[in-house]
């Protein structure tokens, strides 16, 4: 993968989600703030987009601009300091108890270090098990939903009986993907997934990221502070600079007609970090 490569589908070639119209706006931020702290850190600052059904959104800036806050404050890991996230139209910005837990099922995430989440005790069978109690199997069997997330990013059967030794860096992040799957997440959102990964495998799993909007319809808030996986991944780029959003819009128009300075110096460093 070069550094400002598209993959060859294109969002015309993509999968209808089941149920849901595609290129529907369903999970919008609205004037959110996150502000740390008595100095006041502005982590999140007056930040407002949607991510639309079946799309690939992708959030970059370098670090510390704010992203990893905004995924947390739209995971509802932390309540926002004002602002308003709606799902499908709802308002979940202050939601409690089982609409929380709903809420929790429906927007899913996976993080950087696929390492840490995984209990070196566990198979890939009892990992993906755990979140039982909270899947809605809709008459599928647990097994059938566990072998419907693993061929969903490209794992075997075999992979069930594993052990995290037993796999690589990327097969863990995949098996973390499809932990994620199981729950059939209406978003799905991958901060710095690929940060822990060298160059092949990082690219395998973007691929599995594309492969899972172009031929399910799932809909992804992709988190990056590197503008050529933004570029490879996405149908939209927000760019976020200290909180603040700079420059948003379809991928072609942020990477080949950036408006903002801040964009162009992030394109500028492309060829400096990939050599
Ligand atoms: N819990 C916290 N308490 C105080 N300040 C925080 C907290 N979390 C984040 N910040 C500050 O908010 C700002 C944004 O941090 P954040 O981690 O969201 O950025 P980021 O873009 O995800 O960076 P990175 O890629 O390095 O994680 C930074 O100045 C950070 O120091």
Not at 19 to 34: A, F, M, S, Y
Not at 83 to 101: C, F, M, S, W, Y
Not at 255 to 266: D, K, M, V
Request: aromatic share 6%.
């Amino acid at each position: 993968m070069t550094s400002l490569e598209k993959p060859a589908d294109s969002p015309a070639d993509k999968a209808e989600p089941d149920g849901v119209e595609p290129g529907k706006e369903i999970l919008k931020v609205d004037r959110l703030h996150k502000y740390f702290g008595k100095g006041g850190v502005k982590a999140v600052d007056d930040v407002s987009f949607a991510i639309r059904s079946g799309e690939i959104t992708t959030v970059v800036g370098e670090s510390g601009s704010g992203k990893s806050t905004l995924a947390r404050l739209i995971l509802r890991l932390m309540p926002p300091t004002s602002g308003r996230i709606e799902l499908n139209g709802t308002d979940v910005t202050t939601i409690k108890g089982k609409a929380l837990h709903t809420y929790w099922r429906d927007v899913q995430a996976v993080f950087q270090d696929p390492f840490s989440a995984f209990n070196q005790f566990f198979t890939v069978r009892r990992l993906l098990s755990r979140s039982k109690g909270m899947l809605d199997l809709k008459g599928e069997s647990l097994e059938d939903r566990m072998l419907a997330s693993l061929e969903q990013v490209g794992l075997k059967k075999d992979s069930l009986d594993k052990y995290p030794h037993q796999m690589s860096g990327g097969q863990r992040q995949r098996v973390m993907i499809a932990r994620a799957l199981m729950m059939r997440p209406v978003l799905l959102i991958a901060d710095e997934a690929t940060s822990m990964l060298d160059a092949s495998l990082r690219a395998n799993i973007l691929n599995v990221l594309t492969d899972l909007r172009t031929d399910t319809g799932l809909t992804i808030l992709f988190i990056t502070h590197d503008i050529g996986q933004a570029c490879y991944v996405s149908d939209r780029i927000l760019v976020m600079k200290h909180g603040k959003l700079v420059e948003s819009g379809p991928t072609e128009d942020v990477i080949f007609r950036p408006e903002h300075e801040y964009t162009r110096q992030l394109l500028e460093d492309v060829p400096r970090l990939h050599g």
